[in-house]
């Protein structure tokens, strides 16, 4: 069978090129079974005539695209623009999983996967193959011709990870999204995260299945996945993109010592203030760690605790991050801006606390009410999401689509543009001038207008 995977990557900040673990991961277990697969990506800008010819030309068995929320809107265009199709079309992702209702709300789209797909996927394609109607498979929402849906149970999460393929990188013009990423490959080496978020989709993708959902591989298997992919490419650095690499100290312990006596590449991790000390912050210094990426999300103590499912103090915060400092490891930390119930005033402790902090970088996105999740709720039940956004005219993580009182929209779009200037210009004006012009509305043509400098810039505003 040939599998053609639709990637849309579209309206996005910045220039880097991404790499979709999941899809990656599909491939693998379908080349592992004998079948054909092929991506088409499409980043930059909507182009349905480039799927349509690669349509015609690869003559695919199954279209299979996978989207998160923000992107579902393309998904649903190229259904509209390119109806019909021959193939059968299935989606999955984070959107299909948490909104399933997407199934009816788009003509055209045979299936859903509903949860973790490598399993489901490979036996829609073997059902396929034998020319038999796939209306029992676990995790699968089925459409019949009549246009009535057959909704399966879902599995329980696979719980041996070792058990699985490495993603399946080659899929992808890979060395191109290293490239474009600062010479910066990304690996992942676990699933799911045991923190409960409110704006986060894990509490609620947790629920979606049964087993244990944070799972991690081996390590002699995390290392054999980095010998093979530093074997292939030409990779300067390594970005661990775990939602929270150091959740098990016994694992990560392992891993560094198991690593440094191999590979003298440097990486990055994503970390929980709460599990970093110094002898973690060592550990990861001694083995080749050189920044630690931790979610601050917001300043309020109190604020996160009640609306956001945080339960930090500051001091934990800034412990996190003084411990990181100690071992001579660079910071980043990540905020949001514009979540509901949230005010100005609110948002200026998460300046104030970033500032103490002066991590090496920040970044700063605009909430957005992802389906599924416990704040998404909150914005429905009190009438804060605005809808009719037009296509190409909402860029995510850098506009709202609340509509709430207490923080009005140009309020928060305020916040978001000069928030890197507050939280720096008492520690590097050069660095908070430079910030603020990167979040103004000129940002997008400056990064690309200074594309041959980039790793410059990023040296003088991150410190890496």
């Given at each position: ?207 979606k299945q049964t087993g244990a959902y944070v799972r991690f591989r081996s390590v002699p298997s995390c290392l054999a996945e980095i010998r093979e992919v530093t074997g292939r490419y030409k990779v300067k650095a390594l970005y661990f993109n775990d939602d929270c690499f150091t959740v098990h100290r016994k694992w990560v312990a392992e891993f560094c010592e198991a690593y440094k006596a191999e590979f003298d590449l440097p990486f990055d991790i994503n970390a929980r203030p709460e599990t970093l000390n110094d002898d973690i912050c060592s550990m990861l210094k001694a083995a080749g760690c050189r920044r ?173």
């Amino acid at each position: 069978m040939k599998i053609l995977f639709v990637y849309t990557d579209l309206n996005v900040r910045g220039g880097a090129k991404s790499y979709h673990f999941g899809i990656g991961m599909l491939s693998a277990m379908l080349k592992r079974d004998g079948h054909q697969t092929r991506l088409h990506y499409m980043f930059g800008h909507y182009d349905p005539a480039a799927l349509t010819r690669v349509i015609g030309e690869w003559q695919p068995d199954v279209l299979a695209f996978s989207a998160v929320s923000p992107q579902f809107a393309y998904v649903q265009r190229i259904f509209r623009d390119l109806q019909p199709f021959k193939a059968f079309t299935i989606l999955g992702g984070q959107h299909a999983t948490l909104a399933p209702e997407c199934l009816e709300q788009t003509p055209g789209l045979d299936a859903i996967c509903v949860g973790e797909g490598e399993f489901p996927l490979l036996e829609l394609v073997q059902t396929l193959a034998r020319g038999e109607q796939p209306e029992t498979i676990p995790n699968l929402h089925i459409k019949r011709k009549d246009g009535s849906i057959v909704r399966n149970p879902t599995r329980p999460f696979h719980g041996q990870l070792d058990e699985l393929p490495f993603s399946d990188v080659g899929l992808f013009d890979y060395q191109s999204i290293i490239d474009s990423d600062f010479h910066t490959a990304l690996l992942m080496f676990s699933r799911g995260c045991p923190y409960k978020c409110t704006f986060c989709s894990n509490h609620a993708l947790r629920e979606k299945q049964t087993g244990a959902y944070v799972r991690f591989r081996s390590v002699p298997s995390c290392l054999a996945e980095i010998r093979e992919v530093t074997g292939r490419y030409k990779v300067k650095a390594l970005y661990f993109n775990d939602d929270c690499f150091t959740v098990h100290r016994k694992w990560v312990a392992e891993f560094c010592e198991a690593y440094k006596a191999e590979f003298d590449l440097p990486f990055d991790i994503n970390a929980r203030p709460e599990t970093l000390n110094d002898d973690i912050c060592s550990m990861l210094k001694a083995a080749g760690c050189r920044r630690v990426c931790i979610g601050i999300e917001n300043g309020s103590e109190t604020f996160r605790r009640e609306v956001l499912g945080r339960n930090q103090t500051n001091a934990v915060i800034e412990a996190g991050f003084a411990a990181c400092h100690r071992a001579g490891l660079t910071t980043k930390s990540f905020n949001i801006v514009g979540f509901p119930y949230e005010t100005p005033a609110i948002h200026q402790e998460t300046v104030e606390l970033n500032a103490r902090i002066n991590p090496g970088s920040v970044i700063i996105g605009v909430f957005e009410p992802y389906p599924g999740t416990k704040l998404a709720e909150v914005c429905q039940k009190e009438g804060f999401i605005q809808t009719g956004k037009a296509d190409g005219e909402f860029v995510g993580r850098t506009d709202t689509i609340l509509k709430m009182p207490q923080f009005p929209r140009e309020e928060i779009l305020k916040c978001f543009r000069t928030f890197a200037y507050n939280v720096y210009r008492r520690h590097s004006l050069r660095k908070a001038l430079f910030l603020r012009l990167y979040y103004s509305p000129y940002g997008e043509p400056l990064i690309r207008l200074l594309e041959p400098v980039k790793g410059l810039l990023r040296r003088m505003t991150m410190g890496v």
